[in-house]
């Protein structure tokens, strides 16, 4: 096991894929701890003293023996709640500049670095094209979010939920937007990577 604090964003930048396994439960955060995530993110922003705010670990696995050709997806075996409430956050951010024409912010967010950073593989197809894939109902509802069209019949209400109350929050705050950025750039996890060979993803 290898654990090294690291910057949620560029974390997030280097990993190719996140897989939720089919036996992890589904997600499951509600509005409350998505407020107070934002809460966090908002107060590290607007405060130059707070250089990182820490909201957890992240464990995964490689889900095979990866190769110099196409490096393979991480199984992840704990922090699925705060992937994809960050994901939700990063994706509503995006569609805020798009939808309200805003430009580049302190040199590094725009709408297309958020999405071919962050929540896309620009340069792969299919599935691959997706940083996070979950699972079950989880999954066609967060990938109709990135693909930007109508949710399934069957939605995962929580998903839809949450995405719209960081839609809300972005609207509400939108002359904040260099301290929403700033914020999300001091989110800070532990990386926790298994070694397939040596650790039990499930005992751990």
Request: glycine share 4%; net charge negative; charged share 25%.
């Amino acid at each position: 096991m290898k654990a090294t604090e690291a910057n949620l964003l560029k974390f997030l930048k280097k990993s190719p894929q996140f897989v939720i396994p089919i036996y992890q439960r589904n997600y499951s955060w509600t509005a409350t701890q998505c407020r107070q995530l934002w809460a966090d993110l908002l107060r590290a922003g607007r405060d130059e003293k707070i250089t990182a705010h820490f909201v957890g670990a992240i464990v995964y696995v490689e889900r095979g023996l990866g190769n110099v050709v196409q490096q393979e997806a991480l199984l992840v075996i704990d922090g699925q709640q705060r992937l994809t409430t960050s994901t939700l956050l990063i994706a509503a951010l995006a569609k805020h500049f798009e939808d309200h024409g805003v430009g580049e912010l302190l040199e590094a967010f725009s709408a297309k670095k958020l999405r071919n950073y962050y929540l896309l593989n620009p340069d792969e197809e299919g599935e691959r094209h997706f940083k996070l894939i979950l699972s079950e109902t989880d999954k066609e509802t967060l990938l109709s979010i990135l693909k930007n069209v109508d949710m399934p019949s069957e939605s995962s209400q929580l998903i839809v939920e949450n995405f719209a109350l960081f839609q809300e929050l972005i609207s509400h705050h939108q002359s904040e937007l260099e301290a929403i950025c700033q914020g999300l750039a001091k989110l800070v996890i532990v990386d926790v990577s298994l070694d397939r060979s040596q650790d039990n993803p499930q005992l751990i």
